[in-house]
């Protein structure tokens, strides 16, 4: 049997601390929750590895969906610079470990899903862990969850091929969205921040996360 307990506090310092991520209250969330609970059963021992766990199989042309690693969220988290009594979207929550971090430091969670079933899982395991700031809503990805707008931020839960403008146009002024935009294989942490009508983007680092789905892009009309 795993010592999660231990896990937990190996994760934090062996791969939060040593990735610039200062904030106390992620590295007090994360060094808390059980994350362990938001991973499949038969992949218990694995929830705390410096790695995306999965959390379904693939099913049809959907891409197989995951838990991101520890590293990426922590550091795409603290880019958001969430207040405590902000309202942040929860793009991609999965089991809903995503929220329940974001659920210790803010003061409202809206965790979007689009697999019913996964929704379902992140309902019960926030509401067995008394995790009651956290809505589960269940919707299409990439258009977000407008009627809970607008938000203090949003965070992707995974990568995307381009720029979320649906998304975007749900943030308050001076909101920031923090995601990984994925071209060619490779990944970058972005910052996006809404200033007024206009939006100022930035990149942060380097980074690898699975993709979400529903960002693709339609195919071009060919004559």
Do not use: H
């Not at 992949?43 to 705390?48: F, K, Q």
Request: proline letters at 6%.
């Amino acid at each position: 049997m795993i010592d999660a307990a231990e896990q937990r506090t190996n994760m934090v310092e062996s791969q939060i601390l040593t990735s610039d991520v200062t904030d106390k209250r992620i590295l007090r969330a994360m060094g808390e929750l059980p994350r362990e609970r938001f991973v499949p059963p038969s992949l218990a021992e694995l929830a705390y590895m410096d790695e995306a766990v999965a959390l379904s199989a693939p099913t049809g042309e959907e891409p197989r969906r995951w838990l991101m690693a520890p590293r990426v969220f922590a550091k795409l988290l603290q880019l958001a610079e969430v207040g405590e009594g902000a309202r942040v979207l929860d793009v991609g929550t999965g089991t809903g470990y995503s929220a329940a971090v974001l659920g210790r430091i803010v003061k409202t969670v809206v965790a979007l899903e689009c697999d019913a079933a996964l929704a379902a899982q992140a309902g019960k395991t926030l509401a067995a862990l008394a995790i009651d700031n956290v809505t589960v809503v269940e919707g299409a990805l990439a258009e977000g969850c407008v009627n809970e707008a607008p938000y203090d931020a949003i965070v992707l839960e995974g990568s995307i091929p381009a720029s979320p403008f649906t998304l975007l146009d749900q943030l308050k002024d001076g909101g920031r969205l923090v995601g990984v935009i994925r071209k060619d294989g490779l990944g970058k942490a972005m910052i996006w921040r809404r200033l007024g009508r206009s939006l100022d983007q930035w990149t942060a680092f380097d980074a690898a996360a699975p993709p979400l789905p529903g960002f693709e892009p339609a195919p071009a009309f060919v004559f």
